[in-house]
């Protein structure tokens, strides 16, 4: 369309010669005005070569221009914009050449792979367009192989994968190693090779307990249940806040872990025919109350405490059940320290790799835990420390993520 009205405009303008040779023409029999040259324009014609300079030569050119100029401006005005041929629509499958004119880095590393042959630039003020991508196949369609894999091998971010069985991290660990990449392993297959996981460790502020504890509990609650009354839900929230906020806040960093949460369970007993009975765990609290009496996880131990006997030991029951995964020694062992240093993967290339078993999803609530924790982090990060954008881009690939 901007071709022909191109080649249209040039048109016009060609004509300007033919104006300015007809009014040299008719400039000699113009003595008395154009109207009286009107019944002389035959008799110029008949002598196209026969061209006189006279003293009104140059006003006739400049009226004939002027003329000429109204008539192209009333003609531009006026016209239609007919779009020949495509009276049905024009709109047409894009190929890939044309989606990467508009979409892709010209560097071919700055580019997030989405086929053979299309790209998409990581810069996405660039393109203003996001760069989330949902992949759909079914089993032997190609996603790791043909979509995971090719993008892992640009090399050009940070990468978070969700490695069922392994296969990414076998087939491409040694590879980003070699890249000088920092590689960090939580392997729920073979638990006692993987590094270690301790959510305690990133926890900032009250809040994110408050978050990691409503992420727990829905990554603990089987797909499908129907849902059951919210007080025992609410009433777990509120011991396990308690008991996650006293660890946070009063004890040695090397006891805030799910294996001291688990311990302190031990010593809240309840006597169902004893509402006077006090037990160590709540000495424990009674001794907090002295000490700081405004204390979050005080209050939240109260709200708890304030169930009858009967009710109380259903609850304590509940959350023992819920986190009855932390009495394994391998769980044990993986969540009483950390080594991954998720605050590290958007300031430096890192690859971390989350390996779970595609038949078995038992653990894999460790694995909500940290992503949850990981893009809080990432979004404070990138918010507060450098301006609204990490220094190193970070890419989920989360192959077979519904299994979270």
């Not at 040299?24 to 300079?53: K, M, R, V």
């Not at 069922?164 to 939580?186: A, D, F, W």
Request: with cysteine; aromatic share 12%; charged share 20%.
């Amino acid at each position: 369309m901007k071709e022909h009205r191109q080649d249209e405009y040039i048109f016009l303008a060609f004509f300007i010669i033919p104006v300015i040779w007809l009014a040299l023409l008719i400039a000699p029999y113009s003595s008395n005005g154009l109207i009286h040259a009107l019944p002389s324009f035959s008799t110029a014609i008949n002598h196209p070569f026969d061209i006189q300079w006279c003293p009104q030569t140059l006003k006739v050119i400049l009226i004939s221009l002027l003329l000429y100029g109204i008539g192209i401006m009333v003609y531009l005005s006026t016209r239609k914009n007919y779009r020949k041929t495509k009276e049905y629509g024009s709109a047409r499958w894009a190929n890939a050449q044309s989606v990467n004119r508009q979409y892709a880095d010209p560097d071919y590393f700055s580019n997030k792979l989405l086929s053979q042959n299309v790209r998409m630039g990581l810069n996405g003020k660039k393109h203003r367009r996001n760069l989330n991508t949902l992949v759909i196949g079914g089993s032997g369609a190609g996603k790791t192989r043909f979509y995971c894999k090719p993008n892992i091998m640009q090399c050009n971010t940070s990468f978070v994968v969700l490695d069922p069985k392994g296969e990414i991290l076998r087939s491409e660990g040694h590879m980003l190693e070699k890249e000088g990449y920092v590689i960090k392993v939580i392997d729920l297959i073979d638990m006692p090779r993987s590094h270690g996981y301790n959510p305690f460790h990133y926890i900032q502020s009250d809040k994110d307990i408050l978050k990691l504890i409503t992420n727990l509990i829905r990554n603990t609650t089987p797909k499908g249940s129907q849902p059951a009354d919210p007080f025992w839900e609410k009433s777990e929230t509120a011991l396990l806040e308690a008991l996650m906020l006293y660890l946070y806040h009063y004890a040695p960093e090397d006891e805030q872990n799910f294996t001291m949460v688990m311990e302190m369970l031990t010593y809240a007993d309840v006597h169902e025919d004893d509402e006077a009975y006090e037990s160590p765990l709540d000495e424990l609290f009674k001794q907090l109350e002295r000490t700081d009496p405004g204390s979050l996880a005080l209050k939240q131990y109260q709200i708890y405490k304030q169930a009858a006997g009967k009710t109380a030991k259903s609850i304590l029951i509940s959350v023992g059940v819920r986190l009855a995964a932390f009495n394994l020694e391998s769980v044990a062992s993986l969540t009483c320290y950390d080594e991954l240093e998720l605050e590290t993967i958007g300031s430096r290339k890192t690859a971390l790799c989350a390996v779970i078993p595609d038949n078995d999803s038992t653990f894999n609530f460790l694995i909500g835990m940290l992503y949850t924790q990981l893009f809080q982090m990432l979004y404070y990060q990138a918010d507060l420390e450098y301006g609204g954008e990490l220094p190193v881009p970070v890419h989920f690939l989360m192959d077979e993520f519904a299994n979270v």
